[in-house]
């Protein structure tokens, strides 16, 4: 467990720092919301594309990693379900309890990949994303769909998902490497850079972010889909790796994926089809916070 506590920490440290300086005001309110846009429109999107064009990803078994992936979302959908008449949850309240406990925050898995294993696995874990954020997007419109009767329809989930940068930079990523492309090196050198920048500014923007006031009123909803998604999913994902019998590599990366908290973007989703925004920013808050204290001692424990 210290050995992963120690390859942690620069993330849980970055964090920290984003908190720290959105609450002095430094460098000024006006740098955070660009630099958040900036990480998630270009930075982001140009690592992923680095990663996955110029990568060797031959070995890697894409059939094994979707359906390791597909089996956890619908073990922790029903799971949900489940949970939510037992807590007696409104429908809006589910609809962000449900996100808080199967979304995932893509710049602390990554950068959590990257200190635990390398640079080289980042591009691994640009696969195990593009699959996650398609299939995670489509499963949270169906729950709003179908609790709220917010009914996007298939052409608007579909314009949804296209325009979603990182889908749309795994995509590419992904056919510059089958096609044989890749990344030119006059290209590659120029787009290194971009992407180095995208997960220390990525953390710092999560950090930013974090709000604390939304703490004051701590609901049930909040600790249990913080179980859930901190404690209960990494475990369930080790037993369907020991079953599929998956190398151990693959394993600690989807182990990684399934134990961080949960993404940033569910306030927007909530916010904009009528989730409980209120409880979705407690849970991305206490789930961060939390996080520090579990990640390294699940990860300690199964990896």
């Known amino acids: 467990m210290l050995s992963v506590l120690s390859a942690l ?9 984003g908190f720290v300086g959105r609450r002095a005001g430094f460098p000024g309110n006006g740098f955070w919301e660009p630099a958040e846009k900036l990480t998630y429109f270009v930075l982001f999107p140009v690592l992923l594309i680095n990663k996955l064009g110029s990568a060797d990803i031959t070995g890697v078994s894409i059939l094994d990693i979707s359906i390791a ?12 379900f489940v949970v939510r ?35 080289e696995a980042v591009a691994v874990s640009a696969v195990v994303i593009a699959f996650m954020i398609p299939l995670l997007n489509l499963l949270s419109i169906i729950v709003f769909s179908t609790q709220l009767g917010r009914k996007q329809g298939v052409r608007g989930l579909l314009a949804t998902l296209i325009k979603n940068p990182l889908i749309l930079s795994c995509l590419l990523g992904i056919g510059l490497n089958i096609s044989g492309i890749g990344i030119p090196s006059a290209v590659a050198s120029v787009t290194g850079l971009l992407g180095s920048m995208a997960l220390p500014l990525g953390l710092l923007a999560v950090g930013a972010g974090l709000n604390l ?43 990684v994926f399934a134990a961080v908290p949960t993404a940033p973007s569910a306030f927007i989703l909530a916010r904009q089809l009528g989730g409980d925004a209120e409880m979705m920013a407690a849970i991305i808050t206490g789930q961060v916070l939390l996080s520090m204290l579990t990640l390294p001692i699940v990860l300690g424990m199964l990896i």
């Open 9 to 17: 920490w620069p993330v849980f440290a970055i964090l920290i720092l």
């Open 69 to 80: 992936v597909v089996a956890l979302l619908l073990i922790g959908t029903g799971l949900c």
């Open 85 to 119: 008449y037992w807590m007696g949850l409104s429908a809006a309240g589910f609809t962000s309890f449900y996100q808080g406990s199967v979304r995932f925050n893509t710049y602390v898995g990554l950068a959590s990949v990257s200190t635990l294993y390398g640079n």
């Open 213 to 255: 006031h939304a703490l004051r009123v701590v609901q049930s909803a909040v600790w249990v889909s913080s179980f859930i998604k901190l404690l209960l999913f990494p475990f369930i994902m080790y037993g369907i790796c020991f079953f599929m019998e998956l190398s151990s590599f693959i394993t600690g990366l989807l182990l």
